[in-house]
């Protein structure tokens, strides 16, 4: 079963940099793709940020240019690298492995416990 673990959140003001680590077990993760998503309060959760498993990335918009998603498949790990951030980047931030279909993105693992970033003067 997979198992993934989200860290790095945190307090930050208007501007600043974040980077968060998603460890993730269970499943043989170089194959699979990544994925990061966010659910800001009071609203539905949302696609941030997706890698597959050659390294092909995309973004949302809201993010494009300001969010760097990577792996380190010897490390298990998923990073995001967060800059420039606003006010409406506060959320919980969960990643999940999954698959691509088309172009879509399904995540196939559990649900992990996320990290809250807050940006905040």
């Known amino acids: 079963q997979v198992r993934v673990a989200e860290s790095g959140g945190g307090l930050v003001q208007p501007g600043e940099s974040l980077d968060l680590t998603c460890g993730i077990a269970?499943?043989?993760?170089?194959?699979?793709?990544a994925g990061w998503y966010r659910q800001p309060p009071g609203k539905q959760r949302e696609l941030v940020a997706t890698?597959?498993?050659?390294?092909?990335?995309n973004y949302a918009d809201s993010v494009k240019g300001r969010f760097t998603i990577s792996r380190d498949n010897a490390e298990n790990t998923v990073y995001l690298q967060m800059k420039s951030l606003k006010p409406e980047d506060t959320a919980v931030y969960y990643c999940?492995?999954?698959?691509?279909?088309?172009?879509?993105?399904?995540?196939?693992?559990?649900w992990g416990q996320g990290t809250q970033v807050t940006v905040s003067s």
């Open positions: 999940t492995l999954g698959t691509f279909i088309g172009t879509n993105y399904h995540p196939n693992s559990r």
């Open positions: 269970g499943s043989i993760f170089a194959s699979n793709a």
């Open positions: 890698i597959n498993s050659v390294g092909r990335t």
